[in-house]
């Protein structure tokens, strides 16, 4: 799997550079022009820039038959789509620690934010931007690469929903975790990371039968 790993940064690293150009750019603007709350708006541009090019992986390989390249190499398919996932979750820690050095920087321009107030944010951006990431690969093994674009867009704007719903979710269970005295902030941040990771797990297991039972 390094192999395949080491071909799909390969084929994004450009595209992760660029991205991640473009969010660090906004985040100077919103320092720049004092948008409250600036920090936290960065952390999730970061990290979903920085996400965006992992998901165009399997839309280049089909345009470039890499895909088919590999059904000539002693590799099951099963690691094909673990490649992809690992890939994916790869970009997605990567803008996590890219912002977190920015926060780092910011917290000494913006005062009053603390790491325990901004792991809800981390969690719930990691979150979203999972469950998109969840979404996008079942269906572009199903459809193809060549609906990828809508795919992936679509996916965004469902992540975005689950997130809503689950924070309602979570801040119902918070009052009972309040009167038990339980620290709020750490059962929100884990609450966010065990289900997006729950839905990450469940999404490849899909996306590995869908693989492995299509004919090409």
């Known amino acids: 799997m390094r192999g395949l790993l080491l071909t799909k940064t390969l084929l994004t690293y450009k595209s ?9 750019l906004i985040s100077l603007v919103l320092f720049f022009i004092k948008v409250d709350n600036a920090s936290r708006f960065s952390i ?5 820039m920085s996400s965006l090019p992992a998901l165009e992986v399997i839309k ?4 470039s038959n890499f895909d088919i390249y590999t059904f000539t190499l002693p590799v099951k ?3 094909m789509v673990k490649s992809n996932y690992v890939h994916y979750l790869t970009f997605v820690l990567m803008g996590m620690l890219i912002s977190f050095v920015v926060y780092i920087i910011s917290s000494t321009i913006e005062t009053g934010l603390q790491l325990a107030n901004i792991s809800s944010i981390y ?7 999972i469950v ?10 199903l459809l193809g690469h060549e609906k990828s674009d809508g795919i992936i ?11 809503i719903g689950v924070q309602g979710v979570i801040n119902y269970f918070s009052n009972a975790v309040a009167k038990a005295n339980f620290n709020i902030s750490l059962f929100v941040a884990s609450a966010f990371v065990i289900a997006a990771f729950l839905i990450y797990s469940c999404s490849y297991c899909l996306s590995r039968f869908i693989f492995t039972k299509k004919d090409y």
């Not at 999730?44 to 979903?48: E, Q, R, W």
């Not at 969690?123 to 931007?129: G, P």
């Not at 998109?132 to 093994?141: C, D, N, Q, R, T």
């Open 153 to 163: 867009i679509g996916s965004a704007f469902v992540g975005i929903a689950t997130l």
């Open 132 to 141: 998109a990431g969840a979404f996008v690969y079942p269906l572009l093994y």
């Open 60 to 63: 280049q390989e089909g345009t």
């Open 16 to 24: 992760f550079v660029g991205y991640l150009a473009i969010s660090l």
């Open 44 to 48: 999730m541009v970061i990290i979903f």
């Open 77 to 79: 398919r099963s690691t």
């Open 123 to 129: 969690a719930s951006t990691l979150f979203m931007v």
